[in-house]
């Protein structure tokens, strides 16, 4: 059973420096899909750099983090959520530019991307990563541990959305790796093929169900 660790909504000064220290202590390496607003912070640029440097990838998780593409009307303005966040991240960028859409709690659904969104990362040859797991560690940031772990024990390949934002969730990061390893669960950074329909900027996998419209 493998595991692939990501975080979404960082970087987050106070909560996203923890994160590293942990994956640090346990040598394991994650990607960090960050919002352009809180990386545009010199703050949160200084967290971004500090986690690519030790090994750890950066992704786009939009500019501003609002309303899923699926759900948006106006192409400019998705396409600016996509673009604009990329030049935030400039040389931090994952060769190849990986891109995390905004769900809105979780599920997978049409309200992911639009066609704008879609003709976009095609466009700007971006790797589009989804998940298979969000244990819902901002609503219940105790009790997302237990759920985390059942459900990566319940596949042979986990993408695993955990959020470095403020609430005490990361604070149990550190239990939930211990269980993980007792259980047998094997990290790596590498996500699934399942999760990634779009690489860079080839359509290699099912977007029906994932667009507006479709």
């Keep these: 059973m493998e595991v692939t660790l990501s975080f979404d909504n960082g970087p987050e000064p106070g909560v996203t420096s923890r994160v590293l220290d942990v994956l640090a202590d346990r040598a394991l390496r994650a990607t960090f899909f960050v919002v352009g607003r809180k990386l545009a912070r010199a703050d949160g640029r200084r967290l971004a750099e500090r986690a690519r440097t030790e090994g750890h990838w950066i992704g786009n998780h939009t500019f501003s983090h609002g309303t899923p593409f699926g759900e948006v009307g106006d192409a400019d303005a998705v396409r600016r959520e996509i673009e604009q966040t990329q030049a935030v991240i400039g040389d931090l960028a994952h060769p190849d530019r990986l891109f995390r859409p905004v769900a809105g709690g979780g599920e997978l659904g049409p309200h992911l991307l639009s066609p704008a969104a879609v003709d976009t990362l095609v466009a700007g040859r971006y790797t589009c990563v989804l998940w298979t797991t969000v ?4 609503e219940d940031p105790e009790g997302w541990v237990d759920r985390a772990l ?19 969730a990361m604070d149990h990061l550190e239990r939930f790796l211990d269980l993980a390893e007792r259980a047998g669960l094997r990290f790596r950074q590498e996500p699934p093929e399942a999760c990634v329909p779009i690489r860079r900027g080839e359509t290699v996998g099912q977007l029906d169900g994932l667009v507006s419209g479709s």
């Design 135 to 138: 244990p819902g560690d901002w």
């Design 150 to 168: 059942a459900d990566c024990r319940a596949r042979e390949e986990s993408l695993l959305v955990l959020h470095d934002v403020g609430g005490g």
